[in-house]
């Protein structure tokens, strides 16, 4: 992960080592975060205390090797109008708006991912995806699914809405489990997901309280661009009325949509229509670009919206 990009690039190369000099110690084994990238092995780097930071690094890696290309040294520069990012992602893009530095997203990644795996490791629990449900249909099951348990104080809800038809619901693991029965009685199609826990759900609480110390105390700056919140849908810079948010009041919302993103869905498929549909000018002609790691986003963005073009950057190529 990342390896293409370290190879072919200095500016790449130099967010791995800041990375690597940032984190030393704090790695599985004694490694360094680019080992982990490049090498795994897969069970380390698939632990969320580990692969929130190596997303991150990684993302932001490939970023700073395409400005590099380009002789741009912002994403203003490079001609950027928004950025948005499924979940961990949103950290990127406020980055790369320029909201906080490479070293600031990065400690706040660190302490996310480990603060969420504390949080998944105290109550058993998981996720579930679910194929061909809309909103309607996936809060059924969920309704259906806790009425048929004895445990009142299972949990299980919606935690992405990634694309129509692809919704994934987190919650306790015995809930989880009953879920997928229920779904199929309802005609959809479930997959049992392999994660550390259930994020985007009540049960990330914890993590929620240790992030937003951490946020409160980390320095901020209005974003340079428009940048698209998880929990909304919307941009960071607009209230929930509506209302224009500027200076300290839109510093102290961006915190409070990074915590609350903790415990509520992520509106992944929202935050790509409302791009599309409202700046067509801005994109007219342009390429969404979707930073590495992977070709995720571009495979849900086929289903959000066919006639969008993504171009992704997993490879230098």
């Known amino acids: 992960m990342g390896n293409g990009w370290a190879d072919a690039s200095p500016a790449a190369r ?17 490694a360094s975060i680019s080992e982990l990238c490049f090498n795994g092995p897969a069970d380390a ?19 700073h090797a395409l400005l590099e290309k380009w002789g741009a040294t912002t994403a203003l520069e490079a001609g950027v109008v928004a950025t948005a990012g499924l979940s961990l992602g949103e950290y990127t893009a406020l980055h790369l708006a320029g909201v906080f530095t490479f070293e600031h997203g990065l400690e706040l990644v660190a302490l996310r991912g480990r603060a969420m795996q504390d949080a998944a490791q105290s109550v058993p629990s998981g996720m579930i995806a679910l194929i061909g449900a809309d909103e309607a249909a996936a809060r059924a099951v969920c309704e259906k699914t806790l009425a048929s348990l004895a445990d009142l104080d299972a949990v299980l809800v919606p935690a992405n809405f990634n694309a129509p038809g692809q919704i994934v619901l ?25 994660v550390a826990g259930a994020f985007h759900s009540p049960i990330m609480a914890p ?13 901020m700056h209005a974003p340079a661009c428009t940048v ?19 200076g300290e009041a839109l510093l102290a919302s961006i915190r409070a949509r990074l915590g609350e993103q903790l415990t509520s869905p992520v509106r992944w498929a929202e935050s790509c229509a409302w791009l599309i549909s409202a ?23 086929r289903r959000i919206d066919k006639g969008a073009k993504v171009t992704s950057h997993d490879e230098p190529a």
């Open 14 to 30: 130099a967010i791995f080592a800041r990375a690597d000099s940032l984190l030393a110690g704090r790695m599985p084994n004694a």
């Open 45 to 63: 780097l698939n632990r969320t205390d580990v692969s929130q930071p190596a997303i991150y690094t990684t993302s932001v890696a490939c970023w």
């Open 207 to 219: 993590a929620r309280e240790r992030l937003l110390a951490a946020l409160n105390a980390t320095p």
């Open 279 to 301: 700046a067509p000018r801005a994109y007219a002609g342009s390429d969404l670009l979707e930073l590495a790691p992977g070709r995720t986003l571009a495979g849900l963005m």
């Open 228 to 246: 698209v919140s998880n929990v909304t849908a919307r941009p960071h810079a607009v209230a929930a009325s509506g209302e224009p948010l500027e």
């Open 170 to 194: 987190s919650g306790s693991k015995d809930a989880v489990a009953r879920a997928e029965s229920v779904a199929t009685e309802q005609g959809l199609r479930a997959t049992l997901l392999q």
